[in-house]
């Protein structure tokens, strides 16, 4: 049967531990997504002196405070990126490639380190671009795919994906050794937009144009706005009122990618709220 959580946290910076401290100490079944080397950002700060009772630290040794911390509360982080996550009415489905996860509530803590969206991205989503491309994959049997990765991982992506396709165009964002098999044809490019009319049709590259009939932008994290469909964002940033909710029932955001300023103390606060709000919320559905 399927577990399903009373609370799933996307994210694990500052805002996103809080918020699964919380989560604990509330005694609520909940996972955390993300990476046991926490926010890449936070390990760079040379400095940390707006964190109270922390002065003078790096960000580095920030870190390891943080992971002692959830450590001793027997807090485990799950390394596993979510590709999309779906309201379903009583709980949200979380897609991560093949597998679902199911919580009551969410919170997201993604922070604002995503990629920027290609020109026609988000109005083809769902209309030939996707984000998982081990998921969609059987929807483009003897088609032709192209495939943009951020990241090694895409390779493997890339060669499952040629066994169904008609032919893959791989298009890796990184430099180095390719592992992939030989019915995947890679081209080191620039990706410049997306076209199409009621779905895609043509990847415009800095030197070139593909026909392709799905394209798959594998990530290393997703914007809130592209990861839950229908959330409301303002100025770039998730809408959320003090409560840290959202405008989607039982979804709440904090840290980063509600706003300025991006600190970590901001971050860690606004994940206590976001959890507690999400205590309060399942508690009145009881």
Do not use: W
């Amino acid at each position: 049967m399927q577990t399903r959580y009373d609370i799933a946290i996307v994210g694990s910076g500052p805002a996103g531990l809080s918020a699964a401290l919380n989560a604990k100490i509330r005694n609520k079944s909940f996972i955390i997504f993300g990476s046991k080397n926490l926010s890449s950002k936070l390990q760079k700060a040379p400095k940390v002196n707006n964190y109270l009772g922390f002065y003078g630290v790096s960000g580095e040794e920030l870190k390891d405070k943080f992971l002692s911390h959830i450590e001793g509360m027997q807090i485990k982080i799950q390394e596993e990126r979510i590709n999309n996550i779906y309201a379903m009415g009583e709980y949200f489905a979380l897609m991560v490639n093949e597998k679902i996860y199911e919580a009551k509530t969410v919170i997201l803590s993604t922070g604002v380190e995503y990629t920027k969206a290609l020109e026609g991205e988000e109005e083809f989503l769902g209309k030939g671009v996707g984000y998982c491309a081990t998921c969609d994959a059987p929807l483009y049997k003897d088609k032709v795919v192209s495939i943009i990765a951020y990241n090694k991982e895409g390779e493997k992506d890339a060669s499952y994906v040629s066994e169904l396709a008609k032919s893959v165009y791989y298009i890796p964002m990184y430099r180095g050794e390719y592992n992939i098999n030989d019915r995947v044809t890679i081209i080191e490019d620039k990706p410049i937009k997306i076209l199409g009319n009621e779905k895609v049709e043509k990847l415009v590259l800095k030197g070139k144009e593909l026909e392709t009939e799905g394209i798959f932008l594998l990530k290393d994290s997703i914007s809130p706005k592209q990861l839950v469909p229908g959330l409301k964002i303002t100025d770039g940033h998730v809408d959320v009122d003090r409560s840290m909710k959202t405008n989607i029932k039982g979804c709440f955001a904090a840290g980063d990618c509600t706003g300025k300023p991006y600190q970590y103390i901001k971050a860690a606060g606004e994940g206590n709220i976001a959890s507690l709000s999400a205590v309060e919320y399942l508690d009145s559905l009881k």
